[in-house]
């Protein structure tokens, strides 16, 4: 399946209302604003190709304050002058810590999910680290038609995920949902979801009964993908639920699914450029991925 596995899409959070997050995201962490969704949704860039999504239609009845399972991690440089201006926005560091020469620092949102800002070593050997280190120096960024990252921030590194089995769950995203294997780090598995994000799984999460739909998640990713049958179908040949199977969108199709520990993923698969209707929009940066996925085609024909 990773000939179908294109880079991950969006981060995505629920809320149940508007009233608290959008001042957190888009006035404390000053997250450019891509575009809004009428009352209920914003969007904001998260570096490169990456996109946040702050949803405020979690339904009433589903528990507030749940331990946490996915948790985003931007790559940042110049930590102690971020936290600075964060500070001076009312927003402090729960937590800062220093690691093998990575430094990293945790802050809060309003209803308590952690976000965190990594600083990593400049010796730090992944081959993300080196193409980061690379679009950083060379000043390389895409923007999606919005103001530029806050200042020290360059993309969403890692996405976090907190897991109760780490055997169980590296087994399924390596041989269930196809990501390759980056390696180990501090003993914890890293899967690669393309253009530079790196999923790490942590030890220390709970399994939760799993949602019947995907607005009953507190948070999830959603992975861009080809040919969304043929994956949903290799899903089902290996017993993965399927909570919500089509939902046809002006740019495409999407479908989710749940985990082993009842955590939802998303499948994103836009139309190609030149098969768009009038009615029928594109996104800007899906059309930003779509061009870095052909060109890594073009260098890697059996990718």
Known sequence: MLNLIRPIGWFMRYFPDAS??????????DMPLIRKVGPAMDIAWAGEAVVIELAY??????????PWAYMPIYRVHGLDAILARLKSKGLSAEKVSESGGDREAIV??????????????????LPQDAEARRRWSRGEAFN?????????????????????????MSDFYKTVV???????????????????????????GVVMTPPEDRKEADALIIMRVDEIERYRAHLESHGTRIINRKIDVYWGEVCYFVDPEGQVIG?????HPGTYAPEKAALTEGLEAERRWREKMGRQPNA
């Open 267 to 271: 499948l994103e698969n836009a139309r």
């Open 20 to 29: 608290l997050a959008p001042h957190f995201w888009l006035t404390q962490l």
């Open 144 to 168: 999606p038609g919005c103001k530029s990252m806050p200042e020290g921030f360059q993309e969403i590194g890692w996405i976090q995920r907190r897991v109760a089995d780490l055997a169980r």
């Open 178 to 204: 196809g990501l390759a294997e980056l390696g180990t780090e501090n003993s914890c598995p890293l899967f690669d979801l393309g253009d530079n994000v790196i999923l790490e799984l942590v030890p220390g």
């Open 57 to 66: 239609s979690l339904p009433k009845g589903v528990p507030q304050g749940r």
């Open 108 to 125: 809060l949102d309003p209803y308590g999910h952690p976000i965190a800002l990594r600083e990593r070593s400049p010796i730090a050997a």
